[in-house]
């Protein structure tokens, strides 16, 4: 929980990461490359106090976890997103199984979310209902851009990926959570398009698609799909730390993601370990867009910030939030923005 000026917070960090990038686990040049890459995106956009090590990033302890989180960074739920890796890394970068450590130690802080690739087969299939019954997902992390031998990503609109949201439906997986967003050394730009995220949103409408990164640098892209899928949301890790290093950036982000989904849809993320949450959290409560870009984009108030930083997320896993923290407003309703329809849009 965060207060401010007698408001209360209710924080969930929607897309949080317990990974081990340290030499030892780097499986060749591609794992060094993507963990420096990360460390890169870190020391740009981090305050100078908030800067790490290059050691201390690669892997960080439970105790620092359980401190970065929860005991300085204000978070109640932390949402864990598994990213496997295992071309670069020897025992993958970030697994289920690894998350699993702090999830199954602290079960009232930690949320723990699936992962799959359509790649596998049947035989994924087979893992992804073994893994869903032992830990009971609410949700998975889908990240199209990895590596798997000779290939080099793949789409959400593949057949094989049909199967296993079709697989989520029936295990009660409601929330997909699919990295869209800038490119990461050594994978490809085309794998992170945001394209498909338009057919399967489309195809599935029981289920919500958290497009994590919110596309960038695809934004304009992002936004047009949203605004004609009310299943799809937008999730700010990596938008986030621009509020520090290009605030004027930020308040776009989040004045076009306000435009087009509204306030209901759109959850935010530390992405930790590349930034730790309390600075992000206490930042954005302090942020207001220039008055100068109020006109076209608005202000955010308290009640909007307070969905963004932990309502939202809330109510897709179900989490409690207690009474004094909720946000006072409705649920937001408009008309959509699309091109030949003018439909109610509210956020599922």
């Not at 081990?20 to 420096?36: K, S, V």
Request: aromatic share 14%; charged share 25%; hydrophobic share 40%.
């Amino acid at each position: 929980m965060y207060v401010k000026d007698g408001e209360k917070y209710f924080i969930v960090d929607s897309h949080i990461h317990f990974w081990d990038g340290t030499p030892a686990n780097q499986a060749n040049r591609y794992g060094e490359g993507f963990l420096n890459c990360f460390y890169d995106y870190h020391r740009n956009l981090s305050p100078e106090s908030e800067l790490w090590s290059l050691e201390h990033f690669q892997r960080q302890s439970e105790a620092d976890v359980m401190h970065d989180l929860f005991e300085v960074g204000y978070v109640d739920k932390a949402i864990m997103q598994p990213t496997y890796l295992t071309d670069f890394f020897v025992n993958g970068f970030n697994t289920v199984e690894q998350n699993a450590v702090l999830a199954e130690k602290h079960p009232d802080k930690f949320i723990l979310n699936g992962a799959w690739d359509p790649r596998d087969g049947e035989a994924g299939l087979a893992v992804l209902e073994r893994l869903a019954e032992r830990w009971q997902f609410k949700g998975a992390k889908l990240y199209t851009a990895e590596w798997k031998g000779n290939s080099k990503g793949w789409k959400l609109s593949d057949p094989w990926s049909y199967r296993y949201l079709e697989k989520c439906q029936e295990l009660g997986i409601r929330n997909i959570h699919v990295h869209k967003g800038p490119t990461i050394y050594p994978l490809n730009r085309d794998a992170f398009d945001v394209a498909d995220v338009d057919d399967v949103a489309s195809a599935f409408p029981d289920l919500n698609f958290i497009v994590e990164h919110v596309g960038l640098p695809r934004l304009e892209d992002f936004c047009w799909i949203a605004t004609q899928e009310p299943n799809v949301y937008g999730g700010l890790a990596v938008a986030m730390p621009f509020i520090h290093s290009r605030p004027r950036y930020f308040a776009k982000i989040i004045g076009e993601l306000l435009f087009w989904l509204d306030e209901n849809r759109i959850t935010f993320s530390s992405d930790y370990a590349i930034w730790t949450p309390k600075w992000l959290v206490e930042k954005f409560v302090d942020f207001q867009i220039p008055e100068d870009m109020q006109s076209e984009y608005g202000v955010l108030t308290t009640d909007v910030k307070r969905k963004i930083l932990g309502l939202n997320a809330a109510r897709l896993y179900d989490i409690e939030v207690p009474a004094e923290m909720r946000a006072a407003e409705p649920p937001a309703q408009r008309t959509a923005v699309a091109s030949g329809t003018n439909a109610e849009v509210m956020s599922p």
